[in-house]
C-alpha cells in the first residue's frame, strides 16, 4: 500500500487536489494488490484554492510506502529516501525556468451599477441614457482583490464589454439582441471608457431612434476572441437582463371624458389616458374647471386639504368630482343649465412625459324647459322678394318656466326637414338650421332671433312653408324631449278648390334678363347696305339668350302661360325696340318680329316670349323686318316688359340688352356740289395743289382703298396714266370721312411734263380725261362711276401767270378773277365779262396778306397764286372757342 502525498507549505494558496476521485486531503492512500515491476495509471485534479487565483507555485507530490510514511509520522521520510518518490506538478514555465499551476480566467462577470439598479426597472423620456457598470475584478476593498481595470494588461482573455438590448413581448425570444450605440454611432464598448479605481465605468447609449417600448437591456462580455474550441464559459458572459420602458411621447385622452354630456353637477368626471399615469401622492395633475356666467374658476390645487374639486388618480384614469362643501357661495342648483370648460394640465406619465394642456366644453344637465317659439314675417305686408333675395323671419324663443336657477334650460332651434320640400337654405346665424343650433335660456326667459330663407335650384318660386322646432337639449338621445313648432311663411294665396287662404313661401319671379346672342353679342355696331338687305329680303335675323334659362324658359314666367301659378305670370312680352341715334327725347319704337318657323298657333303678336321660339338650351331667334325703315343710324336693343311690382322701383319691371348701334343705309354716296379738281396755272402750281371730291355721306375709307381713281394726261398720241394705291404710280390719295382727296407725285408729273415741252414751243394744252369708280359708303354701297374730261392750258413762259382754260363738256367753271392788267381791259377797270372759250385767262397774283385779315384768305385777293381766289387753302387760322368764367 501506497501514501500519495503533498506538503503543505507548498500549497500556500489551498489549491484542492484529488487523484482519481478518491480521498480529497493532503494525502492519498493507494492500496496496492500489484506485484512488484507492475504500473498503475492515475489522474491528479487540481483546481483554484478559496482565493480564486489563476496562478500558483508549482507543487512537489510524493509517493511513499504507506509503512515508511506512518513511521515518519504521516510527514516525512526525506531521511530515508529509499522507499519514497517524487514529481512537481505544473503547467507553465516561464523563460527563467520557473514552473507555476496557472488557470485560464473566466470571461468577466460584468454587472450593473447605478441609480438604474435600485427599482425593478426604469423608465425614462431622454434621448439618451446613461449604463454604468460594475468591474468585479476591480475592487481593492474586497478581501485579496487583485486590482485588474479591464483595460490593464493582466486581462488579456478580455475583448469587450457591450450593451445589448431587444423588446419585451411574448415574441422576445424570436427577436434577438441588438448592440447598443452611443452618441458617436459606434457600438458602446466599456473596455475603451474611463473606468475607476473602483471599477466603475459609465457610457451614454443614444435611444434617440428607439421606438417607444418595454426592452430588455444586458451586458455581454466577450473573451478569447470568440473560440468556439473554448468552453462558452471562457468565451462570455451575460449579466441578469434589466426591464427598462423608453417612453418619449406624452400621455393622450382617450376619447372624451364621460360623460361628454350633461353632466349632473354631483356625479364625477372620468377622463381615460392611452397610457398609465404617474399618480403617486400627493397628486401632481391640475384640474381646473371655468363654469358660464360664474367669475372665478374651480380648481383641485388651491386648498389641499378642502380642495373644491376632488381628483382620484389611478392607472390611466382620472376621476373628477365637485366637492359641494367647498364651492360655497355657490351650489349644484346654480350648474344646472350651465356650460363648462374642463382644464387638465401637468399629468405626466411615468417617464416624466408632461401633457399639453387638455381642454374640453360640455355642459351641465338641466331640467326639461317648457318650449315656446313664434315665427312672424319681418317685411311689410305684400313685399316682393327676387329669387337672389332673402326673406327674413323674426323667431321668438321662450323657456316658459318659473324664473329660477334651477330652470335654466338647454334648448335648440332647427328646421324640420320633412316640410323643407323645396330644399330651401334656412339659415340663422349665418349658419344652416338643417343642424340645430343650440341656446341656454332661464326660465321665463326669451330672446328673440332671425332667420333668413333663401331660394335653392329649381324653377318653382312657391314653396310649402317651412316648420320651425324649438327643442329640449337637457337630457339623453333616449327620452322625449319637450318640443314646439311654428311655421315660417310669408304670404296667403286663395285656394278655390278649399275656398280659403293657404300660406305659402313666395319668391316673386324677376323681369327676365336677357343677353344678346349670334352678332348683335359681337359687334357694337352693324352696318347693313342695299345689296346686305336685299340678300336676306328686309328680314334682318336677332338672337338673344335667355341669362336665367335654367330656371324657366321665358315662356313659364309669361302671363301666356296659364298653367304657371298666378304669383309667377309676370313677364308681359320680350321685344326689339329701337329708336334713331342722337334722339334721345324719342319714345322707343317697338319693331315688326317674323317667326322664321311656322308655329301651330298664331300669337297676336310675334316676340320672343311665345311658346316654341326658345330652345332648351335659353337661345331665342327672331326676323326684325326693315322694310319701310328710312335710312338713318339707330339704337336698338331688346326688352323684357314685366307687370309692374306695387310700390316698387319702375327698373324691377323691365329688362333690357345694351344698345347696339345699326345702321341701316340702301342709298349710295353721291357727290356734294362741283368737285375742285380742275387742273390750272403753271405745271408747278399743279404740284403743289390738292384735288378733291366731296360727297353727301361719309365713306368707307380702310386701306387699301377700294375705289379706283385714275387721270390721263394726253398731248396729241403721248399720254400718261397716273393711278393710286400699290398697284399705281403718280397719285397719291387721301379718304378721310366724306372727302377724297388727291395730289400728283412731283417728281413723276415733272418727268413726264418736262418730256413734252420743247425750246420752240411757248403755248402747251394738255387734254384732262379723271375717272373715279365704286367708290363705298360705310355700308359699302357703291357711288355711281364719274368720268371729267377738261384742258389744261397755260402759258410756259410767264411765270406770273397762271392758264386756266375753261374746261370743254364740263360742268366745272374756273373761279379766276380777270387780270386788271390785261391790255383789253376798259379805262374803268372793267373786263371782258365773257372770254373767249378756251382762251388763257389771267389771273392777278398777289402773295400778300390783307393787314386786318392776315392768313385768312377773305381779301379777294389769290394769295397762294392757284389759280382760285379766296379758297380754303388761303384760310391758314384754324377756329377756336374759348369759355368765360373758367369753362371749359
Known amino acids: 500500500t501506497f501514501i500519495l502525498y503533498h506538503e503543505r ?104 451599477y447605478g441609480p438604474l439598479t435600485y427599482g425593478d426597472s426604469f423608465a425614462t423620456n431622454s434621448n439618451t441614457l446613461v449604463i454604468t457598470m460594475l468591474n468585479p475584478n476591480n475592487q481593492p476593498n474586497e478581501y485579496n482583490n487583485d486590482v485588474t481595470p479591464m483595460a490593464s494588461e493582466d486581462m488579456i482573455n478580455l475583448d469587450a464589454v457591450k450593451i445589448e438590448y431587444r423588446k419585451v ?119 381646473t374647471m371655468h363654469v358660464s356666467e360664474i367669475v372665478n374658476p374651480f380648481d383641485s390645487f388651491s386648498n389641499a386639504v378642502n380642495p373644491q374639486l376632488k381628483l382620484i388618480c389611478s392607472g390611466n384614469l382620472i376621476e373628477v368630482q365637485f366637492n359641494e362643501d367647498a364651492i360655497v357661495p355657490h351650489s349644484f342648483d346654480q350648474m344646472f343649465g350651465r356650460t363648462y370648460t374642463l382644464e387638465l394640465s401637468n399629468v405626466q406619465d411615468g417617464a416624466g412625459n408632461i401633457m399639453e394642456t387638455y381642454s374640453y366644453d360640455s355642459n351641465f344637465e338641466c331640467h326639461p324647459p317648457n318650449p315656446r317659439i313664434n315665427v312672424t314675417h319681418s317685411g311689410r305686408p305684400g313685399q316682393h322678394y327676387l329669387p337672389g333675395e332673402a326673406i327674413v323671419f323674426d323667431v321668438s324663443l321662450t323657456n316658459d318656466r318659473p324664473a329660477d336657477e334651477w330652470t335654466r334650460a338647454k334648448l335648440e332651434l332647427g328646421v324640420d326637414l320633412t316640410s323643407n320640400t323645396g330644399d330651401l337654405s334656412v339659415l340663422s346665424n349665418g349658419k344652416s338650421l338643417a343642424t340645430p343650433q343650440e341656446y341656454i335660456l332661464q326660465g321665463g326667459e326669451e330672446v328673440t332671433t332671425r332667420i333668413l330663407i333663401f331660394k335653392g335650384h329649381g324653377n318653382s318660386l312657391s314653396f310649402d312653408p317651412v316648420r320651425l322646432f324649438l327643442r329640449s337639449a337637457c337630457t339623453a338621445d333616449s327620452y322625449d324631449p319637450a318640443i314646439a313648432h311654428d311655421i315660417a311663411w310669408n304670404r296667403e294665396i286663395w285656394d278655390e278648390g278649399l275656398a280659403e287662404y293657404l300660406q305659402w313661401i313666395v319668391f316673386t319671379p324677376p323681369c327676365p334678363q336677357i343677353r344678346w346672342a349670334g352678332p348683335f353679342a359681337e359687334e357694337r355696331e352693324m352696318v347693313y347696305s342695299n345689296d346686305a338687305l336685299v340678300a336676306v329680303s328686309d328680314l334682318v335675323e336677332v338672337s338673344i339668350f335667355n341669362v336665367d334659362y335654367t330656371n324657366g324658359k ?52 310675334i316676340e320672343f316670349a311665345n311658346p316654341g321660339v326658345e330652345d332648351d338650351m ?10 319701310g325703315i328710312p335710312d338713318s343710324r339707330y339704337l336698338v336693343k331688346v326688352m323684357s316688359n314685366c307687370t309692374a311690382l306695387e310700390n316698387s322701383h319702375s327698373t324691377h319691371n323691365y329688362f333690357s340688352t345694351d344698345a347696339v348701334e345699326v345702321v341701316l343705309d340702301k342709298t349710295p354716296a353721291a357727290l356734294f356740289g362741283a368737285p375742285f379738281i380742275q387742273l390750272r396755272g403753271s405745271v408747278d402750281s399743279v404740284k403743289q395743289e390738292v384735288y378733291r371730291f366731296i360727297f353727301t355721306e361719309s365713306l368707307y375709307c380702310e386701306e387699301p ?184
Open 554 to 605: 321665358l315662356f313659364d314666367r309669361s302671363v301666356l302661360n296659364e298653367e304657371a301659378p298666378e304669383s309667377e305670370q309676370r313677364l308681359q312680352k320680350v321685344v326689339l325696340v329701337y329708336r334713331r341715334f342722337g334722339e334721345y327725347d324719342s319714345p322707343w319704337v317697338e319693331a315688326h318680329l317674323e317667326d322664321p318657323v311656322t308655329r301651330l298657333s298664331t300669337p297676336d303678336i
Open 169 to 287: 413581448s411574448a415574441r422576445s425570444s424570436n427577436h434577438g439582441w441588438t448592440a447598443a450605440v452611443g452618441e458617436d454611432n459606434e457600438v458602446i464598448d466599456f473596455k475603451t471608457q474611463n473606468e475607476t479605481n473602483m471599477g466603475i465605468a459609465s457610457a451614454v447609449w443614444d435611444i434617440s431612434s428607439l421606438d417607444d417600448f418595454e426592452y430588455e437591456v444586458r451586458l455581454k462580455s466577450e473573451c478569447m476572441e470568440n473560440n468556439d474550441r473554448l468552453p462558452k464559459k471562457l468565451r462570455e458572459f451575460y449579466s441578469e437582463p434589466m426591464v427598462g420602458l423608453i417612453d418619449k411621447t406624452p400621455p393622450k385622452v382617450f376619447g372624451l371624458p364621460q360623460p361628454s354630456a350633461n353632466l349632473a353637477p354631483g356625479d364625477s368626471h372620468v377622463i381615460q389616458f392611452d397610457e398609465d399615469l404617474d399618480c403617486e401622492k400627493p397628486h401632481i395633475p391640475h384640474v
Open 705 to 888: 382703298h377700294v375705289f379706283h381713281l385714275a387721270v390721263t394726261l394726253s398731248i396729241g398720241q403721248n399720254s400718261r396714266i397716273f393711278t393710286h394705291g400699290s398697284h399705281g404710280s403718280g397719285i397719291k390719295t387721301i379718304c378721310e370721312g366724306r372727302e377724297i382727296r388727291y395730289r400728283f407725285d412731283t417728281i413723276e408729273l415733272d418727268e413726264w411734263y418736262t418730256a413734252q415741252t420743247s425750246s420752240e414751243s411757248t403755248d402747251l394744252v394738255i387734254d384732262v380725261n379723271i375717272v373715279l369708280e365704286g367708290v363705298p359708303d360705310l355700308a359699302l354701297n357703291r357711288a355711281d362711276d364719274f368720268t371729267f374730261t377738261s384742258s389744261w392750258a397755260q402759258q410756259t413762259e410767264s411765270p406770273t401767270m397762271s392758264p386756266s382754260p375753261k374746261p370743254t363738256n364740263s360742268p366745272f367753271q374756273s373761279s379766276a378773277s380777270n387780270d386788271s392788267s390785261d391790255p383789253s381791259s376798259t379805262s374803268d377797270g372793267g373786263s371782258d365779262p365773257s372770254p373767249t372759250e378756251g382762251q388763257p385767262v389771267s389771273v392777278q397774283c398777289v402773295a400778300t396778306q390783307n393787314a386786318e385779315r392776315p392768313n385768312l384768305g377773305c381779301d379777294g385777293v389769290d394769295n397762294d397764286c392757284d389759280g382760285d381766289i379766296d379758297e380754303c387753302d388761303e384760310d391758314q387760322i384754324p377756329p377756336k372757342i374759348s369759355f368765360k368764367d373758367g369753362l371749359a
Open 9 to 112: 507549505k507548498d500549497n500556500e494558496f489551498g489549491l484542492e487536489m484529488s487523484f482519481d476521485d478518491l480521498n480529497q486531503g493532503e494525502h492519498v492512500e493507494l492500496a496496492s494488490t500489484h506485484l512488484g515491476g507492475a504500473t498503475k495509471y492515475g489522474t491528479f485534479t487540481v483546481a483554484p484554492g478559496p482565493e480564486g487565483n489563476y496562478e500558483y507555485d508549482s507543487v512537489t507530490v510524493f509517493i511513499a510506502s504507506k509503512c515508511d510514511f506512518e513511521l515518519e509520522n504521516h510527514r516525512t521520510i526525506s531521511a530515508l529516501n529509499k522507499t519514497k518518490d517524487s514529481v512537481k506538478l505544473y503547467n507553465i514555465q516561464d523563460l527563467d525556468g520557473n514552473k507555476f499551476i496557472a488557470f485560464t480566467p473566466l470571461c468577466l462577470a460584468a454587472e450593473f
Open 618 to 627: 335659353g337661345y331665342a331667334a327672331l326676323h326684325w323686318n326693315v322694310a
